[in-house]
């Protein structure tokens, strides 16, 4: 496809796929004459099994505030459109762009491989995060449940969970939830970009309203789950003005805290957002794209442990002020929840829990 003509959004959070860049071969959509349905205008969302070995993955990185992360599904059908997670589609043969989207990648056996894990004798009990890349809780999830067998899992064996997301499929497992929340064994992180309906739809189009997530943080704080509110990303010209009513907004719901983090694009985010944003917002694009990158030093990501992140330079210091404000104003007793590990229990290793 050539990069130059018009984006084909069609509720989608990118408008091409741009070329992998593992693969020595890509097809272009050559057709002018309207004879043909472009490729990417005829997908419509396919689910691919695939069967890996193993789902707990260990996380080296020191800035995410987590050990282990599982992850059901590869590519998101969210749409988000500054993912950071589009680029590990490439890894499969596909395309950071439109098939991030469109092509999900589904773990049907990923509770039986959590099982396994924490069966094995060296597994010594920690939060695993549901997810660290892409949403467990994904539309995709309302077809395979996968979510749902994988938190009976670590309330079987009583292995803490975290869980991040930004949609509210979540109210369907709300029972299993509160069982874990009854022995301190979860913790919630739930993503509210912004309280504006039509910048939502434009950047990250399926995913749930802000009134629903709000709605969802009630819920949670209700039982006495610890919700985790992320204002995140905070895109500079675009939703960098909304870091206080975020705040405002979920602490009112009963958040128990409040986080962001600033917008970083690696590889082939830069041309997708770009893309992105001069459709939609042709009127500040340049604004947007040269604070993005004044925050990363001059290029639109960094992969710098610690300001990754946070960003540096003037505008990544504004951003940092707004939220400290926000913590102090808001939250000013916020403290992480520690979740149990001493519960944790191996129910196939022939003990038996019939009085617990």
Wanted: aromatic share 8%; net charge positive.
């Amino acid at each position: 496809m050539n990069h130059d003509d018009e984006p084909k959004f069609s509720g989608r959070g990118s408008g091409y796929n741009p070329t992998n860049r593992f693969e020595k071969h890509s097809y272009s959509d050559d057709d002018k004459d309207g004879m043909d349905v472009p490729l990417d205008e005829a997908a419509r969302t396919k689910y691919v099994d695939i069967f890996p070995k193993s789902v707990v993955n260990k996380v080296t990185s020191p800035d995410v505030g987590m050990d282990y992360s599982l992850n059901p599904y590869q590519g998101c059908e969210h749409g988000c459109t500054y993912c950071y997670a589009r680029p590990t589609h490439e890894f499969w043969g596909l395309s950071a762009g439109l098939d991030f989207e469109q092509v999900i990648l589904v773990k049907k056996n990923a509770p039986d491989l959590l099982r396994k894990t924490l069966d094995k004798k060296s597994w010594v009990p920690r939060p695993i995060v549901l997810s660290g890349n892409t949403d467990c809780y994904q539309p995709a999830d309302k077809k395979f449940g996968l979510t749902r067998e994988l938190l009976k899992v670590f309330l079987e064996y009583r292995n803490p969970v975290g869980i991040i997301t930004k949609n509210v499929l979540m109210n369907r497992d709300l029972d299993v939830i509160e069982e874990l929340a009854d022995l301190n064994l979860i913790g919630v992180n739930l993503s509210i970009t912004t309280l504006d309906e039509e910048l939502r739809r434009k950047l990250e189009p399926r995913t749930a309203t802000a009134k629903r997530k709000l709605d969802l943080v009630e819920k949670l704080a209700n039982i006495n789950v610890p919700v985790n509110v992320m204002a995140s990303p905070i895109i500079p010209a675009l939703n960098d003005h909304e870091i206080l009513a975020i705040a405002k907004a979920a602490s009112e719901r009963g958040a128990a805290s409040f986080h962001s983090h600033v917008v970083r694009l690696m590889g082939p985010n830069e041309k997708i957002f770009e893309q992105w944003v001069n459709h939609h917002y042709p009127d500040r694009a340049q604004k947007v794209m040269n604070q993005v990158r004044d925050i990363h030093g001059g290029k639109s990501g960094s992969s710098t442990f610690g300001d990754r992140m946070k960003g540096t330079g003037a505008f990544a210091l504004n951003i940092r002020r707004q939220r400290a404000l926000a913590k102090r104003k808001y939250f000013p007793n916020s403290k992480s929840s520690k979740l149990r590990t001493d519960l944790f229990r191996r129910p196939s290793g022939g003990q038996l829990f019939l009085f617990d």
